[in-house]
């Protein structure tokens, strides 16, 4: 299967959305205007995967020159400065029919690329426990147990410095 990987646009948003809704829990996922904010308030750190008929899944993040990854109001851009030079993710997600194929990988590695080219310093995110393996892959460091409760969740603080 052929995939590419592209900033996003706005016609992608009902998609993202789409996709965002299936793979989080509703208490965890993020609301179409949020979304909506992320792809117009900073494209550059959104990158989308697709195949030839479909978006198969998405990174999204913000920019900013302090990190505290147990701001919700980051969530929706507040604090956000396109020209900070920490990155945090607030979305990796892929439709669950691509799920557990690989192309999370292929996400990451393009995002961290784009974010090196960016002039980037750090890319910051939390996750949930299960997922801790899977990133440090990528090396990213376990930072530990978060302060966040998002969605009534445990989540662990993880950083790349570039």
Known sequence: ???ELRTVMKADLDRCYEIESLAYPQSEAA???NILKRLIKFPEGFLVLKNEK???G???SGATNKVVLSDERFKELVGHDKNGKH???MSVVLHPDYQKKGYSSLLMKAFIQNMK???KEEIYFICKEELLPLYEKFGYQNLGLSSSSHGGASWFEMSLSL
């Open 87 to 89: 990155i945090v993710i």
């Open 31 to 33: 609301s179409k205007a």
């Open 54 to 56: 479909e978006i198969m």
């Open 117 to 119: 080219a960016l002039k």
């Open 58 to 60: 998405f990174i999204n």
């Open 1 to 3: 299967m052929r995939t």
